[in-house]
């Protein structure tokens, strides 16, 4: 089965510094998203992206966030200036058309802020 | 932000029995219910899903029950299987573009 892939699996930052969350989505799929998992609660909605632009974005998801896809192939979640309470595991998800349809997530990028 | 709850942390039984996750919503615009199993380390994985124009569906050893009177989800395993054990998710969307509101999860331990 297609999967999405995210790198890398772990990233450690000193708080302040900027980090970039990458992910390949399923080749054929036109919507993109990323969630968050911090320690011990649920996971939260941050973004959805089609055709280039956000289509909805959480309270989370404040100027520090920003989501990209800079090729044909990868979409990327940068954070410009990581906290402490950036501390999650963040997954990356795709689905072919945005309807009532099921995600299909990566295996997500355990992101540590020191 | 507490639209989608699940009030069982955990559930403990024994291989051959039957499962029963509870999931309960708040948000009566909800019309698209999914369950996720989500192994460590690894991203969730999708399960089983219903509308709200159903009650149940039917997938193999997994059953999904939708009631929407009382806003309440179920998710059936008969038989359970240790390689079933794993934290297991609902998820829920309606009104919004593709935004699903998780639960919290329930840690489902099947013995053998």
């Known amino acids: 089965e297609p999967e999405v892939t995210q790198t890398p699996s772990h990233q450690v930052t000193q708080m302040g510094q900027e980090v970039i969350l990458r992910c390949v989505p399923i080749s054929n799929h036109l919507y993109f998203y990323w969630y968050r998992q911090i320690l011990g609660q649920k996971v939260e909605f941050l973004v959805s992206f089609y055709n280039n632009e956000i289509s909805e974005k959480s309270e989370i998801f404040d100027d520090q966030f920003s989501v990209e896809r800079p090729d044909g192939s990868n979409f990327t979640l940068k954070i410009r200036s990581t906290k402490l309470e950036d501390s999650a595991m963040y997954f990356c998800a795709s689905s072919e058309t945005g309807g009532r349809e099921k995600l299909f997530f990566g295996s997500g990028t355990q992101l540590s802020v020191l | 932000d507490q639209q989608v709850k699940q009030n069982s942390p955990s559930l403990s039984v024994q291989e051959g029995r039957i499962s029963i996750l509870n999931c309960d919503y708040t948000?009566?615009?909800?019309?698209?219910f999914l369950w996720y199993k989500k192994y460590p380390a690894e991203g969730p994985t999708f399960l089983i899903s219903i509308s709200s124009i159903k009650d149940k569906n039917e997938d193999g050893r997994f059953t999904v029950f939708l009631n929407k009177s009382a806003k309440h989800l179920s998710l059936h395993i008969v038989p359970s299987q240790p390689g079933d054990s794993a934290v297991y998710f609902c998820a829920a969307s309606g009104g919004s573009f593709n935004k699903f509101y998780f639960g919290s999860g329930t840690k489902l331990n099947v013995k053998p």
């Open positions: 948000n009566s615009m909800f019309d698209y």
